[in-house]
């Protein structure tokens, strides 16, 4: 997938799962294991599997799915699935799901940040065959590629996520070869049964108890209001129940969750909390239930917008839940993330060669400072494994010039462990005008600490015409309703967009973190000087000495 990719989102921004099921549809095996899409690939695949049914599948057929009321993560993000066939006899299939750059819809890039329905949010497929015995359904590519604004991209980056089916197709035929059909498929039920003991284990050594937590998203983008996310936690007899009854009901615009969001989110969570070593396949999830109430921002109903569920609440959902957790075993847990992908949609004519682009583009962030170590800078949400696209790629395929792009100072919040710092990113504009569009949050509402540690630091776009001295938000130079969230905003050459990401929540109380720490912190621009002196204060005997 990422050698063969046409777009940066994939072979830079690594920004898709390829993943083994069994004749069942239960996940053996997710490469790279990308969180974002645990949920899906865990659901969608099976209820894929119940609705056009196994039999169907022939040798060289593979289906096509981007329904996020059928199991799916967020519109963009597109399934596809092929069975593994041997001798003529069916053994499993191969998934691959990946967020596909521009999908139509009201807004380029397909995350509009004011849609008030999924209609507007791009094509929407139900499970469809795009490959029948190996030829190409030549109706469904047409409706596809008339539909998307980039149509040689989405040709080629569909063209790599067959490709690597096609791989999965042949390494599966030689371990099949090499081990016999009748072994691999009972020694893949005893992986996932084997799993699901380990996981029990694991939640057996959490206190049993009702733990409850809740955080907010700070608004919908079509109104200014934030929207409750609560969520209590119950952990017995080896088994985690997550329950989001209390949580707002869903919103008019597009950061409603979809039931597979808030169960990767959960899983994600849990995850983060038990042994890493645990194999990532159907066997632990079995001890984790999800209590979605429908038509709340947790599990949208039709036809609710959803496309930043997956960027935006899926962040705050993983923190709610571990949230509720640190009560539990603190020790194991962390401070918020940043916890926003700053999504920022971008497209229009290019200058040079006169066709049309567009492109996904999201910062990474700082994660929250733990019991036992600091956050980390500047990376990718924990919903994810993707990872910024390299300057020099950005510039070569789009009109933009990147005129800084740095770590924040004091951006990371305070504790005895600090909280990772968020970037800042200036981009210049070098067409004649370009369609612009973003999907933030924490921009109001900061990143929380944890143990007496100190919020991190909030996200931020704004931008500075050409010719003009100071940097306005969204709000003010175009009277968006929301600062955060918008989309369609035409700017003009010369004007320049600062993107600012959050940082992480602080854990434990700042006096106690070492001085030699600090002064590190100091020398390297992490933290300023009057931060330190008024924030980190003196603590324990290791402070002052």
Request: glycine fraction near 12%.
């Amino acid at each position: 997938m990422m050698t063969s990719a046409y777009s940066p989102v994939f072979n830079e921004g690594f920004d898709f799962v390829c993943a083994l099921f069994d004749m069942q549809g239960r996940m053996i095996a997710q490469a790279e294991y990308n969180p974002s899409m645990l949920g899906a690939a865990h659901h969608t695949v099976h209820w894929l599997l119940e609705e056009v049914g196994a039999e169907t599948f022939q040798d060289g057929d593979v289906w096509i799915h981007n329904d996020p009321y059928r199991g799916g993560c967020h519109l963009p993000e597109h399934m596809l699935i092929r069975g593994i066939f041997h001798r003529n006899k069916l053994s499993g299939f191969a998934a691959t799901i990946g967020h596909v750059a521009e999908i139509g819809g009201k807004a380029v890039g397909g995350l509009a940040g004011d849609a008030t329905e999924v209609y507007q949010e791009g094509l929407r497929l139900p499970p469809v065959k795009l490959m029948d015995r190996g030829e190409h359904v030549m109706d469904i590519w047409k409706i596809m590629m008339t539909n998307h604004r980039t149509p040689k991209l989405t040709w080629g980056d569909l063209h790599a996520m067959l490709g690597s089916l096609r791989t999965a197709q042949l390494r599966m035929e030689e371990l099949i070869e090499a081990r016999g059909r009748e072994s691999i498929l009972r020694d893949t039920g005893e992986l996932m049964a084997r799993s699901e003991q380990w996981m029990r284990r694991e939640i057996e050594s959490i206190p049993e108890g009702v733990y409850e937590f809740q955080d907010w998203m700070e608004n919908d983008g079509i109104t200014n209001e934030p929207l409750r996310i609560c969520v209590a936690v119950w952990v017995k007899g080896g088994e985690i129940v997550a329950d989001f009854t209390g949580t707002a009901l869903q919103a008019r615009g597009p950061i409603n969750a979809t039931y597979a969001v808030t169960a990767a989110a959960t899983y994600n969570s849990i995850f983060q909390l038990t042994d890493p070593n645990i194999p990532r396949n159907a066997g632990c999830h079995r001890r984790i239930h999800i209590i979605a109430p429908p038509g709340t921002l947790v599990n949208v109903r039709l036809p609710g917008a959803e496309v930043g569920g997956n960027s935006e609440t899926h962040c705050r959902i993983i923190n709610v839940v571990m949230g509720a957790l640190a009560k539990a075993v603190p020790e194991r847990s962390a401070a918020s993330d940043g916890a926003s992908g700053c999504n920022f949609l971008f497209g229009g004519t290019h200058p040079k060669t006169g066709e049309f682009y567009a492109n996904y583009h999201f910062e990474n962030v700082g994660w929250g400072g733990s019991s036992r170590h600091d956050g980390n800078d500047a990376q990718c949400a924990p919903l994810a494994i993707s990872r910024n696209v390299p300057v020099e790629i950005f510039e070569t395929r789009y009109p933009l010039m990147t005129r800084s792009f740095r770590l924040v100072t004091d951006s990371g919040g305070a504790g005895k462990y600090r909280g990772g710092l968020g970037t800042e990113r200036i981009l210049e504009v070098r067409a004649p005008e370009m369609t612009v569009s973003a999907l933030f949050d924490r921009m109001q509402i900061p990143p929380p600490g944890l143990e007496g540690g100190h919020p991190g630091g909030m996200t931020g776009i704004a931008i500075r015409r050409a010719g003009e001295q100071e940097f306005q938000l969204f709000t003010e130079a175009f009277k968006t309703v929301s600062p955060s969230k918008f989309s369609n905003i035409v700017v003009k050459e010369g004007d320049q967009i600062r993107i600012v990401s959050s940082g992480g929540g602080g854990y434990g109380d700042p006096r106690d973190r070492s001085r030699a720490k600090v002064l590190e912190d100091v020398r390297n621009g992490y933290v300023s000087f009057g931060r330190a002196r008024d924030l980190y204060g003196r603590g324990n005997e290791e402070s002052e000495s």
